[in-house]
């Protein structure tokens, strides 16, 4: 499928640089602290080196939902509480937050926040290994509000809540009799403005279709056919048959530009953050903007549909159906509290995350075979591979949208502790991500387990067992938030330690 990915996996990831034990901070090294009192020539230690490189993943990925909401704000040009936080946070959560002293407290000083994170993890200043990581957390409660909150909330606003609905998933969807136009990125407002013109009769011809998460937004709320997660997005323009690319930001990758030469395919770039080189760039401001570049663009594919070249298309039959559209305002949180209190489900997992190429166990298996005894929510791409398997049925798996709509997530976990009356972290609520790519990934992560809900990750990042990072990530974490971020790779491991502890072992401990 990913052809063109797994002939670059070829050149291997450097073991050294994924457990963070590479400090590239200044000039004097690169410094590589491969052994346990290994120091760099400034005298850092593996412990501080690694949890800098942590604080500065979740600041990677804070920047990104956070910049994300701010491009919503701007478009929609509406505002938000400066007490946002306190507004959306379960009480006794933001009180411990507070005694912390990881909130931010004034409008737009999370920015700041992200900003002294990365002052703080530059060379010579933050030493101290757990205060380094206990702002990592505050990262996460930034990322988690200020960014997927905030950019969830204003999507809904704009563009209206999703809805239950069936939806067709994978390359299938790309129609060689239409004019295709994908849209690929995180942020839907031209994906939005495409949408609403081609419901036009004139626009018949077209056929839209989604690529990761704008895809997914569109799938939720239109019931767009998705065509592909961040894996597939080349394997778009190799149909032969995509007439223009549309892409956003965050998760499009630059060789796009360098295959679609070889390719019919226009690439147009619609955020003024992110240019491609060889791509054309139409940015889109405001809604007034929106439309105009989104009639451009069915004039561009119209055009193009002209220059496919016939021998080179590679059409996929893949097509499946998807039950998508739940949020925390159409699933039955009430039933779910009653079935939980009565021991009917052993609990709720939300998968979410990326699908990374390097990662080969059988993760959909492992969900599979949990959906026995556990409600399954999912986002993201694994949502897509998941769906892609058929498990996405709205009775045991559950698709509550993108990246950013992980907020929707936090907001289940948050209303069923209400209705049972109990702290999230009291009940056997668990994040996984099995396959993690990015920065947002490990946010994410940092803001669940800040909510008090253990993160799984399966990918041997943050595996950090010989250095004290694994001791916080572990012990220190539950101390204050009654959680842990941890990592397994082994799929069969995972599902055996869940069938003989629960979920709920914080509890016990
Ligand atoms: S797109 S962040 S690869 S889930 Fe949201 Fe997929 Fe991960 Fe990007």
Redesign the pocket.
């Given at each position: 499928m990913a052809e063109m990915i797994n002939d670059r996996l070829q050149s291997k990831p450097c073991m050294i640089g994924l457990l963070g034990k590479c400090c590239k901070h200044c000039l004097m090294g690169p410094c590589i602290l491969a052994k346990p009192n290994d120091k760099g020539v400034c005298g850092a230690n593996i412990d501080v080196v690694t949890a800098r490189n942590i604080l500065r993943f979740v600041a990677g990925g804070a920047a990104a939902h956070c910049g994300h909401a701010y491009h919503m704000l701007e478009y929609s040009d509406r505002k938000y509480s400066a007490r946002y936080i306190e507004k959306k946070a379960p009480r006794y959560l933001y009180k411990l937050w507070e005694r912390l002293g990881i909130v931010p407290k004034i409008h737009f000083e999370h920015f700041k926040d992200i900003s002294e994170a990365l002052h703080a993890s530059t060379m010579g200043v933050d030493a101290n290994y757990g205060h380094i990581l206990g702002n990592a957390i505050k990262l996460g409660i930034i990322d988690g509000y200020f960014g997927m909150y905030l950019a969830t909330e204003l999507e809904e606003m704009e563009f209206g809540l999703p809805s239950i609905r069936k939806g067709i998933v994978d390359l299938g969807v790309i129609k060689p009799e239409k004019i295709n136009i994908a849209v690929h990125g995180?942020f839907p407002p031209l994906a939005e403005a495409l949408a609403k013109e081609v419901k036009k009769k004139e626009n018949s011809d077209i056929n839209l279709i989604g690529v990761?998460?704008t895809g997914?937004a569109l799938l939720a709320r239109h019931g767009i056919p998705l065509a592909g997660?961040?894996i597939l997005q080349e394997q778009v323009i190799v149909s032969g048959c995509v007439d223009v690319l549309a892409v956003d930001m965050?998760?499009i990758m630059p060789s796009l530009s360098d295959l679609a030469e070889c390719y019919h395919t226009k690439i147009v770039t619609t955020n003024e953050l992110c240019r491609i080189p060889k791509a054309m760039h139409l940015p889109v401001s405001g809604r007034k903007s929106a439309s105009d570049v989104a009639k451009r663009i069915i004039a561009l594919a119209r055009i193009n549909r002209h220059n496919r070249n016939k021998g080179k298309m590679k059409l996929s039959n893949n097509k499946t159906e998807a039950v998508v559209g739940f949020s925390e305002n159409n699933l039955p949180l009430a039933e779910w509290a009653k079935m939980l209190s009565e021991g009917k489900i052993k609990g709720v997992v939300a998968a979410i995350?990326?699908?990374n190429p390097r990662v080969k166990e059988n993760w959909v298996d492992f969900y599979r075979e949990l959906s026995k005894d556990y409600i399954i929510l999912t986002t993201?791409?694994?949502a897509f591979k998941l769906a892609a398997a058929g498990l996405l049925d709205g009775k045991r798996f559950f698709h509550l949208g993108?990246?950013v709509n992980n907020s929707r997530v936090a907001e289940v976990f948050r209303k069923i502790a209400e209705i049972i009356d109990k702290q999230i972290t009291e009940l056997p609520f668990l994040i996984s991500c099995p396959m993690?790519?990015?920065e947002?990934?490990i946010a994410i992560g940092f803001f669940f387990a800040a909510l008090g809900v253990d993160v799984h990750f399966g990918y041997p990042f943050l595996l950090t067992s010989d250095t004290k990072i694994a001791d916080f990530l572990k012990n220190l974490l539950k101390k204050d938030f009654r959680s842990k971020i941890f990592v397994e790779t082994n799929p069969e491991m995972l599902i055996a330690r869940i069938r003989k502890e629960g979920l709920s072992d914080k509890v016990k401990n």
């Open positions: 995180h990761c998460c997914t997660n961040f965050q998760c995350g990326c699908e993201g791409c694994i993108s990246c993690p790519i990015t947002k990934a």
